[in-house]
């Protein structure tokens, strides 16, 4: 389990709201479904005991994001004992969307190939392309959200972005004429 309750009702309503994504978040950035989870715990126990001193109106969101975002990097600059296995669970943050009931069995099948292959251009990005994808497509975070959570200015972030966006283009344009030519 990822979240045991410890606080009260209201407050861990207020900090569940939000696990899906930053396990999404999480896998982004560690590339290991169970690193994620280590992560997302992690983030609960350090904000359960810390909700209670949030200014009203405070952004739960970012700041959950941010506090997951500085323990993955304090676990970056410390050395690995354990063993990694090869390979990633990248494909759990990229959801599948709903399949439409209306649909053709092909447009079904086409649907698939797309998003199988959006899975693996993402997987290719570098890191902080990833993180930046992610927290903008996925999340619908703010630009401003994002940095803070970045910890940079917002014009980092739109570079940022335009960058990745940029290179998912001609890694998704890169799968699209390699599957041409092969049908």
Not at 12 to 27: K, N, P, Q, R
Not at 77 to 82: E, L, M, N, S, Y
Not at 107 to 120: A, N, P
Request: hydrophobic share 40%; proline share 4%.
């Amino acid at each position: 389990m990822l979240f045991k309750s410890g606080g009260s009702s209201s407050e861990t309503d207020v900090l569940t709201e939000h696990i899906d994504g930053l396990f999404s978040y999480a896998l982004a950035l560690s590339r290991n479904r169970s690193d994620a989870e280590d992560l997302v715990q992690e983030t609960y126990v350090r904000a359960l005991p810390a909700i209670k001193r949030l200014r009203e109106g405070s952004n739960v969101k970012s700041w959950l994001f941010t506090i997951l975002r500085n323990i993955w990097l304090n676990q970056l600059r410390q050395p690995r004992i354990a063993v990694q296995m090869p390979g990633s669970d990248i494909d759990q943050y990229v959801p599948d969307t709903p399949a439409n009931s209306m649909k053709d069995p092909h447009s079904l099948l086409i649907s698939k190939i797309d998003q199988e292959q959006v899975r693996q251009a993402i997987e290719q990005l570098p890191a902080e392309a990833r993180e930046i994808i992610l927290l903008r497509e996925f999340e619908d975070l703010s630009y401003q959200e994002i940095a803070g959570i970045l910890n940079c200015p917002i014009g980092t972030v739109m570079s940022r972005l335009g960058r990745a966006r940029a290179r998912l283009r001609v890694l998704l344009s890169a799968a699209v004429e390699s599957s041409q030519t092969i049908e």
